[in-house]
């Protein structure tokens, strides 16, 4: 790589070593590459301030900025989460259109366009990541930046119909070029990307795949996130997780591991496993579900909605199934350490993965990765998880059909072990092929092949 790489995310690691995929990812390569992370402190601030503070990293530098409390609200709760969030998730009716969270958002965008100016160079390389910083790269664009500037959208990238019920989205696609390289992490959302200049007057797409529009070229390519395979199945294997849920002998385990937000479709899973339940059958396994749902976001009232109905739904479905040495449903609504989550997921003879919409759900591939190859669970995975692109051996299902999901339980629970066998070989294989190094790598190297053309155009 020519350059310092940059990296850009809204917040930057805390607490001593990072952890969780995304975060170590970003920190490897910084560590390896050298360079600086931006990102917001998680403190409130009285006043605004353009000035970053400073943070040492392991080989790399840290560059913080705080949040007002108005911006807090905003910027980030705002219009990052109760607009562009529901918007990229399929859920338009879902924003919350405030006046001024708009301004907000943008005013910190350009707050730190401000700031990051001042810092970088022509030859630097700069990774924004997800849906905090769309307006980042135009804003720096508008403060005179040269420097290739790349993205990456963690969510889904949005419908064009839905695009019309932003007030802004006649600015969309002008965020969206200004960047030199977008990555998605499906080709289904490479395809909404598509179809949205598509529509543009004046976009076109070029012989090689780039896209011109705004008198700029870029590219969007998909790049699908990974795990780091190997370290979490080592994990796993290090706890029987059987035992720290004191299962019984015979007991069947189905897990589902999610934030507790309204586009995991908690509130069908618990129905399809209440339908599951009701149409058990005598000689059918005995199952449980442990759902493991931390908080998120819990100031904005979608989120507040979600919780009660997923709390009714399972009180519901144990108060109908529970016996005296059995509750069907448990329900934790706190995180789980990761050290404990995997063995958890090892334990499991189905994991549940039925997101209403996901850009990626890198629970599925845990669960896999977890797994011990000679006697593995099941993952049964959403039709609309980003994942299913990779995870075509999975159990697919539609996760608004709670009568298809139930069944599906109930065909898992009894698939015979050469049938696991042969679907787990097969995804085990890909998560460790397009693991989280391989992800940063291809992004890496596309976005030093774009910086080292647009040098050798300029020297033309």
Same mark, same amino acid.
């Given at each position: 790589m020519t350059g310092r790489l940059v990296v850009v995310s809204n917040r930057v690691p805390s607490d001593g070593p990072p952890s969780g995929g995304l975060v170590v990812a970003l920190h490897d390569c910084l560590t390896e590459e050298g360079g600086?992370?931006?990102?917001?402190?998680? *403190?409130?601030?009285?006043?605004?301030?353009?000035?970053f503070t400073d943070v040492a990293g392991d080989g790399y530098d840290m560059r913080t900025f705080d949040l007002t409390?108005?911006?807090?609200?905003?910027? $980030?709760?705002?219009?990052a989460n109760s607009v562009l969030w529901p918007l990229c998730h399929r859920r338009a009716d879902l924003m919350a259109l405030n006046s001024g969270d708009y301004d907000t958002y943008l005013g910190v965008n350009r707050r730190l366009a401000r700031m990051m100016a001042r810092d970088l160079k022509p030859d630097d390389q700069v990774w924004i990541h997800d849906y905090h910083f769309l307006p980042l790269a135009a804003c720096l664009r508008a403060e005179g930046v040269t420097a290739t500037l790349g993205y990456f959208h963690h969510i889904p990238f949005p419908a064009v119909h839905d695009l019309l019920a932003l007030p802004e989205h006649e600015l969309f696609p002008h965020w969206i070029a200004s960047f030199d390289l977008v990555g998605l992490q499906t080709q289904r959302d490479v395809a909404a990307a598509l179809e949205m200049y598509r529509s543009l007057a004046g976009a076109e797409q070029l012989r090689d795949g780039s896209l011109h529009y705004d008198n700029r070229t870029f590219e969007v390519r998909s790049f699908p996130i990974g795990i780091d395979a190997k370290s979490f199945a080592q994990a796993a294997a290090?706890?029987?997780?059987?035992?720290?849920?004191?299962?019984?002998?015979?007991?069947?385990?189905?897990?589902?591991?999610?934030?507790?937000? $309204?586009?995991?479709?908690?509130?069908?899973?618990? *129905?399809?496993?209440?339908?599951y339940l009701e149409a058990r059958e005598d000689n059918d396994p005995r199952a449980s579900l442990l759902q493991i749902a931390p908080p998120t976001r819990e100031e904005v009232a979608a $989120?507040?909605?979600?919780?009660?109905?997923?709390? *009714?739904?399972?009180?519901?479905?144990?108060?109908?199934?529970?016996?005296?040495?059995?509750?069907?449903?448990? $329900?934790?609504?706190?995180?789980?350490? *990761?050290?404990?989550?995997?063995?958890?997921?090892?334990?499991a003879d189905v994991g549940l993965v039925t997101p209403f919409c996901d850009g990626m759900n890198l629970v599925a591939k845990e669960y896999v990765a977890a797994q011990d190859p000679d006697d593995p669970g099941v993952l049964i995975l959403s039709q609309f998880a980003g994942a299913v692109e990779q995870m075509p051996s999975a159990v697919i299902v539609n996760p608004y059909d709670i009568g298809e999901m139930a069944q599906a339980l109930r065909t898992v629970l009894a698939m015979p072990l050469a049938e696991r066998r042969a679907r787990h070989d097969d995804l085990l294989a890909g998560v460790l092929r397009d693991d989280v190094g391989h992800w940063t790598r291809t992004y890496l190297d596309t976005m030093s092949r774009l910086a080292a053309k647009r040098l050798a155009d300029k020297g033309d």
């Open positions: 600086t992370w931006y990102g917001t402190s998680g *403190r409130i601030a009285p006043t605004a301030q353009d000035e409390q108005a911006e807090h609200d905003g910027y $980030y709760l705002g219009y290090q706890r029987d997780g059987r035992d720290l849920l004191n299962l019984g002998a015979k007991e069947r385990l189905v897990i589902g591991v999610d934030r507790l937000d $309204y586009s995991k479709g908690l509130d069908n899973r618990l *129905r399809a496993f209440g339908a $989120y507040q909605n979600i919780r009660n109905e997923t709390e *009714r739904i399972s009180g519901q479905v144990n108060g109908l199934h529970s016996d005296l040495d059995w509750t069907p449903i448990r $329900y934790i609504h706190r995180a789980i350490p *990761r050290e404990t989550i995997a063995p958890l997921y090892r334990a």
